[in-house]
């Protein structure tokens, strides 16, 4: 199994990750942040991962800190998982029906960091996550997998719908990013030579 460990402590967090790429869907996740353990959650269990998150931020001051820097050590965790990425996919989408949300996802393991985020959510919290944070999770985690990320919802009317529905499609284009491909299975997919 590809694995990935990572520990990033830091004054402002201390976040302790263990990440198995070729997984059943187990987990076991604790930010402080309870609508963000699930969203993790429903990650792994849709991406087919095994997930084990610590993560003790300061909560007291504001939850960007936690929320950003479990995007930058999970992705760091992908990126140790998959090593040299020979014979990976390397890219994948997905898009997510939720009831009346539609969401897409479409993730490129380039070894160049960019995210671009569009959920649409109006409110200021979805449960007890402030939803503008995920804006720094997305972009904490292309940073960490030095990987391009791309997620938006298409339309939907609940607010826990478009943020649940990103989640999913993230996990599930993760998924076909990290999967190998016997094709390739002794090429790296990039003509650089490089990812």
Known sequence: MRKGVIARHT???????????????RYQVH?????????????TRHGAFDLTMTADGDLDVDQHHTVEDVGIALGEAFTMALGTK???????????????????????????????VELGVKVRLVGDLQVELLHDF??????GARANVH?????????????????????????????????????????KGLL
């Open 31 to 43: 930010t402080g942040i309870r609508f963000f353990d699930h969203m993790l959650e429903l990650f």
């Open 11 to 25: 004054r402002e967090t201390k976040i302790d990750i263990a990440l198995g790429i070729e997984g059943k869907g």
């Open 86 to 116: 020979v014979g990976i996919n390397r890219a994948g989408y997905f898009l997510m029906p939720m009831d009346e949300t539609l969401a897409i996802a479409a993730v490129d393991l380039s070894g160049r960091p960019h995210a671009v």
């Open 138 to 143: 997305f972009e904490g985690f292309a940073q």
């Open 151 to 191: 997620v938006k919802v298409m339309y939907g009317r609940s607010s826990h719908h478009r943020v649940e529905a990103v989640f999913k499609a993230f996990a599930r284009a993760m998924r076909v990013a990290c999967a190998k491909d016997k094709q390739l299975a002794r090429m790296l997919p990039s003509t």
